[in-house]
């Protein structure tokens, strides 16, 4: 069994991880930057170590240092969390070479499934279904005849992309040379790799996301799935369990589709399989090997512990439950709560003067901020979570009306009043929106 854990993260996700470690009677390690000296994480856990300064390329991306902690303390096992080296394949290559446990994915199924084109490929052979698209990467001297096969309007996507950078809409021939020529210069500044595909575009998708989770020796999960539709810029804001566009049939369909596939795979850990879904039809567009952000929705309507889950199998312990065991319970929501202008979207570092967290039956906040924590500009916007569960989703959606009017973070601008709006409005209300409906509605409201 796992000893101790080294935490590769910071902010509210170690603090998520930190606070699995301990119900478990597992040793933590914090590691930090100089800019997080003072974060929660680092205060509750047993041990830190200081890992460089602020950037984090000196710091968190710093695998040399980060080994160096695990060795200094004796950790035996790193858990990642999400961003910075969660889906590094070198790393957990690393980790392994030095006996320590990757609380993760194989180094295989990570860099197999970090390519977008592998991806859609290896999605395909395991019976997943994929949008229409090129057969693999796309160069601009056959992008047209590409572009034809499929049909326009077509989707241009950096292979190694993420985040909605190297993605560009060609809705006609006359659009595709630019579309093409943009997209891979933007890949290549954003990940060194100007290689993009093509993609049939669907004009008003919901963004369907299916967790699973397997053992790594053909044993495989679902714990249904998550609406996470409401984007900007392709980031999420807000994510719903369950989906208000599906029903139980077609959520234990898609759902174990999605377990067959990490069966034949013999998956390890916790994954997230991502679809585009429109008019009935799931369409593969990626997988995330890791933890997500919208994780505790899916805990809240199923009861398991997603980062229990993580360490039992990384363990070798084997996965807790049977897919026959899992049992589906209400509906959770959470709001993003990001250290942003709520209009602009701009980051507002700071110091928070006034923290108070709702809380009652059904409310969970996942943040490290606290009164006086002084939020660095280094990093991620993102300060905390709400999560909000009710039996229902009419329930639910009271319950966060109220936490909303509950939650206080003065000193800094945040995305709280935004939510304040989507709550009271009638399209949120009715669960009727697609993955454009966010960026559409601030349109509207900034003019």
């Keep these: 069994m796992i000893s101790k854990v080294l935490i590769a993260n910071r902010g509210e996700i170690a603090l998520r991880v930190l606070r699995a470690c301990k119900e478990l009677g597992i040793a933590t390690v914090a590691v930090h930057s100089t800019a997080d000296a003072d974060a929660m994480h680092v205060r509750l856990a047993d041990e830190s170590v200081c890992i460089g300064p602020p950037p984090s390329r000196e710091s968190y991306l710093n695998i040399h ?22 889906e590094n394949a070198k790393f957990a290559e690393i980790l392994d070479a030095h006996g320590i446990t990757f609380i993760g994915p194989t180094a295989e199924h990570i860099r197999l499934m970090g390519d977008k084109i592998t991806a859609k490929q290896t999605a395909q052979e395991l019976g997943i279904p994929v949008v229409p698209g090129s057969d693999g990467e796309v160069k601009p001297e056959n992008a047209l005849e590409v572009a034809r096969k499929i049909g326009f309007p077509v989707l241009i996507k950096a292979t190694a992309g993420g985040g909605g950078r190297g993605m560009k809409v060609a809705r006609s021939a006359a659009d595709l040379d630019e579309a093409v020529a943009t997209a891979r210069s933007e890949a290549a500044a954003a990940f060194g790799n100007d290689a993009v595909y093509m993609e049939k575009y669907l004009g008003h998708p919901r963004h369907i996301e299916i967790q699973i989770v397997g053992d790594g020796f053909g044993n495989a999960i679902h714990l249904g799935e998550r609406d996470c539709s409401l984007q900007r810029r392709h980031q999420k804001v807000w994510e719903e369990a369950n989906s208000p566009a599906l029903n139980v049939e077609q959520r234990m369909k898609i759902g174990q589709v999605c377990a067959d596939a990490m069966k034949k795979m013999k998956y390890r850990g916790a994954g997230t399989i991502e679809f585009l879904y429109e008019d009935g039809e799931f369409y ?8 997500q952000v919208e994780h505790p929705i899916t805990e809240a309507i199923t009861g398991i512990d997603l980062v229990h889950e993580q360490i039992r199998v990384a363990s070798g312990a084997g996965l807790s439950v049977t897919q026959e065991e899992i049992e589906f319970s209400g509906h959770a929501i959470e709001c993003r709560i990001n250290a942003e202008d709520p209009r602009t979207f701009v980051p507002s570092p700071g110091t928070i003067t006034h923290f108070h967290a709702p809380g009652g039956l059904g409310v969970r ?3 490290g901020a606290y009164q006086g924590y002084k939020i660095p500009p280094y990093y991620d916007s993102l300060i905390g979570k709400l999560i909000v569960h009710g039996r229902t989703r009419v329930e639910c959606m009271m319950r966060l009306r109220r936490v909303l009017d509950e939650f206080v973070i003065d000193g800094i601008k945040t995305t709280l009043p935004l939510f304040q709006e989507l709550i009271s409005n009638q399209d949120i209300a009715n669960g009727d929106y697609d993955i454009h409906w966010l960026e559409n509605y601030l349109a509207k409201t900034k003019a």
């Design 65 to 86: 240092q980060i080994v160096a902690a695990c060795e200094i303390t004796g950790a035996d096992a790193v858990h990642p969390g999400y961003g910075f080296l969660s």
């Design 284 to 291: 593969f567009i990626e997988m995330n090997t890791r933890l």
């Design 365 to 367: 906040v996942d943040s």
